[in-house]
């Protein structure tokens, strides 16, 4: 396109750039670094919508799942003593497993234990309200004449 032959673009792979030359993009980037935006996936800025609130044009954004959670509590038969049967309900994202036979046995126990298992992905990996990539916000524009 004939209209662009006068235009220059710059990649946005962390380099620096000259005030002198690029007088107009120094206004936009006063630190005169574009960011390093390779590798990322690009996701339009808020702006003030809501979706994505707090955010800074050009921020980067680490990936995040949103927390899976879950509770199963163990079925036990006897006071002081007894068999372990197995799980007899769950909650969120665990469930029983199909057992049969005595899972485990307890004979003269005292004092506590553990009284299930539970799962909480957040203890290992990054969560959010919502599933995403690591991305970096971008304003979209559209240039007129």
Do not use: C, H
Request: no cysteine; charged share 20%; hydrophobic share 40%.
């Amino acid at each position: 396109m004939t209209e662009w032959s006068d235009m220059v673009f710059l990649k946005f792979n962390g380099a620096s750039f000259s005030a002198a030359t690029y007088p107009r993009l120094a206004l936009a980037v006063p630190g005169l670094v574009l960011p390093d935006a390779r590798g990322d996936f690009p996701r339009i800025w808020d702006d003030g919508r809501g979706v994505d609130s707090g955010r800074t044009l050009l921020s980067v954004q680490g990936d995040a799942s949103r927390n899976i959670t879950g509770a199963i509590s163990p079925n036990a038969t006897g006071k002081d003593s007894g068999t372990w049967l197995g799980v007899n309900n769950g909650s969120g994202a665990l469930k029983p497993a199909s057992l049969s036979g005595n899972v485990g046995v307890v004979t003269n126990s005292t004092g506590t234990g553990a009284s299930g298992i539970s799962l909480d992905i957040s203890r290992v990996v990054p969560t959010a309200d919502e599933f995403r990539p690591r991305n970096i916000a971008f304003n979209l524009l559209v240039r007129a004449k």
